[in-house]
């Protein structure tokens, strides 16, 4: 199946700091990618849709200034989180789909301190 | 807008044992549907998938599950729990754009 690379896998930062995860489609061109945010013990929850090319869609109650999406090819989109607080702490998920299907990065796991 | 309901957020059997793993959608047309399982601070993976045709869907891992129309169902199951198969399943559908939309999650812990 196709793969989709996340980075990094794990990220520790201080508060008010920005950090940034990519997400990689690598064997196939993604013109929409997912971004999800999974707290412990709970399901994914989509933040946003990355458009390539144009202004990401994001999900009710999640802020877009805070959460910045690009996704400027077709095989990479970044999200990042910026001026990071503790309650940003989450587990970060990407994913691409090559027809129906979708593909999913490994995930980052963020814990700003 | 579909939406997915998983019964149960944590399910317990003996190794061995039948799994069954409830999922329910609501959707006003045929839904592509999909479990994933999660292992710890990792990834989804597909286990399977339900687009068209043949109901009754076999997976990786010896998992199976069957789409009831009638029952607007999907539920997994697996006739015999490995120690391996402990880890958190989702079931997901597919909404427009390729946006897929995940139940709670369901638990699962597999008993000595």
């Known amino acids: 199946g196709a793969v989709v690379s996340q980075h990094p896998s794990w990220v520790i930062c201080k508060s008010g700091t920005s950090v940034k995860i990519e997400c990689r489609s690598l064997d196939f061109q993604a013109t929409t990618m997912f971004w999800y945010r999974q707290f412990p013990k709970q399901s994914l929850m989509l933040m946003a849709t990355s458009n390539e090319g144009s202004k990401a869609t994001y999900e009710q109650g999640v802020e877009k200034d805070k959460f910045l999406i690009n996704h400027a090819s077709l095989t990479l989109s970044t999200l990042t989180v910026t001026s990071a607080h503790p309650e940003d702490s989450s587990f970060y998920i990407c994913?691409?789909?090559?027809?129906?299907?979708?593909?999913f990065g490994q995930g980052t796991r963020l814990t700003v301190v | 807008a579909q939406s997915v309901t998983q019964l149960g957020s944590h399910v317990s059997v003996s190794e061995g044992a039948l799994v069954l793993l409830r999922c329910n959608y609501s959707?006003?047309?045929?839904?592509?549907l999909f479990w994933y399982v999660q292992y710890p601070n990792q990834g989804l993976q597909l286990l399977l998938k339900?687009?068209?045709?043949?109901?009754l869907v076999k997976g990786i891992n010896g998992f199976e599950a069957e789409f009831k129309k009638s029952e607007t169902s999907f539920h997994l199951t697996k006739p015999s729990a490995h120690m391996s198969d402990a880890a958190e399943y989702f079931c997901a559908v597919i909404q427009n754009n390729n946006d897929m939309r995940f139940g709670a999650g369901t638990r699962l812990t597999v008993k000595p």
């Open positions: 994913s691409a789909c090559q027809g129906i299907e979708a593909f």
């Open positions: 339900y687009t068209t045709g043949a109901t």
């Open positions: 959707s006003s047309v045929p839904p592509y």
